[in-house]
């Protein structure tokens, strides 16, 4: 017999899910915060939740060997002291789709002059401004995991040209030119708008600064739904105030929530969002559980398995 400890603030809906898929040798215990799900893990063999919540109560599941996260990103799970000696999978396969509606979204949104045709329309004034266009515009993936490669295929659907910078892979068929390693510069030249959804590791922590900041044209604009730490700040809030790059759509940070005497919430030529580009949601996350325990339970490889040392 298996048990489930479902450690979330949508655990309701997560059991529902799994309940009706009638998962064999299963006992399914639930908690929405960390204090009542330290009582109700004993014993439990599998986790699925939040990363945050997580590591809260790792040391408390003594029967532990699967954490299947709900989120992409695992950093609570990666801190210095926590233990590893469990199986961490992550969700993939379901943020592309989430992440293309909120990037090109705001791409429309800059070309088509939505936002001042709308403060026009406010004026009374009759604005004829010519609007730009997606066709033939350079967009760069920092990342093109499953997420950048679903922002990839989108781009095509506008006839842009995309850019991919990665480690090593070069798998998707809609990105046209492929940068790794020390190639930033030649990633970044011509780019009319830059994307990053890479994950936090020791390896990307700053990677968007002022190097490549630098090499990017002055019209760019940076969109950033990924992870707040792949970003210095204090570099892009330089090229922001000082006419260096055109623009910036913030949906992450640093620090969480955005304190108020942070310089991005005064500089108008930038958009936050509060780490919402693509939620979680458990209609797509707990197929991705159900068909793990599957694989769990027959002793077969789990799908997303997150390497400790990479962080992804």
Known sequence: MHRLLVLSRHAPAYCRLIEEARLPELE??????????????????????????IAQV???????????????????????????????????????????EYVFGYLLAHERLIFSRHASQLAGRWDRTPPGSLRGKRIGLLGVGSIGADLAHTAKCFHMRVHGYTRATEGCPDVDAWFHG?????????????????????????????RLLRALPQHAVFVNPGRGQVVDEEALADALQSGRLAGAVLDVFHEEPLPPYSVFWRLPNVLITGHTAALSFPEDIAPIYIDNYRRFRAGEELKYRVDFERGY
Request: aromatic letters at 6%; charged letters at 15%.
């Open 182 to 210: 020390d190639d930033l510069d030649a990633f970044a030249r011509g780019l009319d708008y830059l994307v990053c959804v890479l994950p936090h590791t020791p390896a990307t922590r700053g990677l968007v600064g002022e």
């Open 58 to 100: 790792l040391p408390q599941l003594a029967a532990l060997r699967w954490v299947q996260a709900t989120w992409a990103g695992v950093e609570p799970l990666l801190a210095a002291g926590l233990r590893r000696d469990y199986v961490l999978t992550n969700a993939r396969g379901v943020f592309g789709p989430l992440m293309s």
């Open 28 to 53: 399914i215990v639930s908690a929405t915060d960390a204090a009542h799900a330290a009582q109700e893990g004993a014993g439990c063999d599998s986790v699925l939740g939040e990363p945050s919540l």
